[in-house]
């Protein structure tokens, strides 16, 4: 392509965006929304990803408006961006390529609870938080909590998010058990029924689980919902080793003592929670677990943890059983963020995830520890141990380019160290702009079928353009 | 299309067919076969489907054998049918069009166990019984039970198998971790690390999971695997009607005390195990139960699973600790195929199954009852009933038309009845050619998303035609 057929289109895109954004104008009155502020609030990132603003902001209220904004932006070849809460970290809500960024926050219905079947349909908009304080009086919960910040369903959805107690409930991929979603051709589809399971066809809840908006848009999301349990226990103890830690983890697995979270937290985690939290916590490798059950199955837990993590060498084992208790207990591992940013004020704490087989987590968390001396570079570690998942914190002064290219260093060996271990770049932050880089080297010839699918799927390219798929061939 | 061009296609067609299997005769040599017996063997279906043989039947030992016969298959445009066990239930193994059936008997080699990683790595054709004999003596278990058949691991990834214990474990959706696939262009793809979740981009293996061979050709397959329990208790229970029974199930589900396995079979089943297994069990809806655990927390499910039964009048409940206890127990549910013939000798049990959420199961199940009296027809039922997923075996006399139309008459009821109640045409036994006609009712336009990826994947149409998805438009 020449430099001057480029101008050209990308003219006519801005005219085509332009013409498009008057039209829904006309349609959404006040809903829509062009101001700057509003629109970089709604492309920010949490990473050195450069904010990069959608051209206007619709707030929907229905699947049909969401419709009628497909059909409009298809006739004009305008991306389209979902934006639920804004949470995502691998900027997936940026808009490189300019166009309509779709805000979910008035889809915030929760349309069904089925209390019998343990599920409930909600608006994308829905927030995990709002879900759990609808269905707590039923004795109800949702149990996929992606951490401190209260994302919506949809873009829980939309990334695979999983968080601190997938190890026993699953991640958004075992909870999503059906979608609502517009395609880029305008037409709505319902992936799947209620039913616990079906062999009925292609699996389009898991094709569009993870898919971050990229083959369709959410609207509705029904999810699994878990009966509060009788007893929940919460216990924290130290190790002298990460290894010791992690055998203590694969061993409670292997038992099937079905521990809902076990969380570790490195030596230079703890330091920042005991200087954020005032806690005088050892500085080691420190595991926090929860337990759910009968009475009698939460204790039996415990007990059987103990043992197994005393034979490890676990020291300093407290549990807790009423819920002020737990809460005190769990503080620490809930500030994690801001202890974390506590411990170098002023900089950045940028958030990324790698996952790999739990055999080989201790072997990884020691090559990342020694990886982040050798770069000189501060970043505590916190670990959804029993998946595999662990979260690295970079604290970066984002004047200093020196800072910035030590941790690009950083995370491209977390990211390729993971891959050469079986494991994966992103157990569940999603790939967003930030990860593309690392998809080719972790899936091979399966980028060529994504690529398929997105292209005849979205064959203008307007879902989310440029997220997840690497450009070109 | 004439007559005559139909007729000069498939002529051509014919003839390529017989060009690509002398082509793959010289390269396989003695493991090509073109006789009849072996051909109808490779397509025999347990429905009144006809046999439709394919060409010939292909050995296969390696993934790059069955990517040169995908090549030639592609040059040629020649179907692909993957063959693992044969024990599949709506036509899946059928050759409507013809085509070279690709049989995994002798890729049965475990390749990898991670004991600590609890997942292994095998070939397509290892069945679960032969994994189960492998992991035994390192103390794990391979979970997903479709039954009475040892299916292969490829063709129950295919087919998006489950059974039993699926309420508690999962069912292959939930279990396969990562596939080893060759798609239609000869391409070789694994579909995900080992990791336990992961957001980077499409999930390509749950995308293959149930497509039963129409995306891509499954060579091997990795799965989890669990931790043999402690304890495992077994036990039967008697309730007085379905609702009571189904009651039973919601309330110890809502309590999560996470039962393995919960089987309902009707009152007609249980006159068939009692002729068939000599047994004396009360002709009521019955249910079948084991509990997994530790000592401790496998007693406490017992007891609080009998708490509720009693609640909602259940009687006779018994209950065993031994295996061989546990064994006499289980035998009647194991049996039920057989009791279920010996029902009506001669005739044919025709196995269907639909699920629906489990707040409509007791009326389903009861409709469905009503439906068999109404049409005169003999079909014990038996439930995986944690999961809303029940199966019905009519018993048919081949040799009469009429039976045959009440029978089909029946089976679409049931598909139609479970679409209406939020639930989907099969539960586990996936669409082969038998279910395609209820595609269209259940996923609506989801239909045209899943032909488009068909349409992308497998451009030619050569892998499976004729399976999951309707012809035409």
Known sequence: MTNSTSLISEQSGTEARRTAISILRQRFGDR??????????????????????????VWVDTTEEVREIVNVASTYSVPIIPFGAGTSLEGHTNAPEGGISIDFSRMNKVLQVNERDLDCVVEAGVSRKALNDHVKDMGLFFSVDPGAEDATLGGMAATR????????????????LSLKAVMADGSVVTTASRARKSSAGYDLTKLL???????????EVTVRLNGIPEQILAAVCTFDSTEAACNTVIQSIQLGLGVARMELLDELMIRGINAYSKMTLEEKP?????????????????????AIATSEGARGFVWAEKEEDRRRLWKARHDVYWATKALRPGTEALATDVCVPISRLAECLIATQNDIKELGIISPIAGHVGDGNFHCQPLIDMGSPQEIEAAKVFLSRLADRAIAMAGTCTGEHGVGQGKIKYLRAEHGAGVDVMRLIKGVLDPKNILNPGKVLPAGA
Chains 1, 2 share one sequence.
């Open 32 to 57: 829509l929304q062009t101001g700057e502020a509003v629109r970089r609030q709604h492309a920010h990132t949490l990473t050195w990803l450069a904010n990069q603003p959608p051209d206007a902001v």
């Open 161 to 176: 998010a999983s968080g601190t107690n997938a190890v026993k409930y699953g991640t958004m991929r075992e909870n999503v």
């Open 209 to 219: 689980v993870g898919s971050e908006g990229t083959l369709g848009i959410i609207t």
């Open 286 to 306: 420190t595991l926090f677990l929860e337990f759910h059950g009968t009475t009698v199955s939460a204790r039996d837990q415990v007990e059987q943890f103990e």
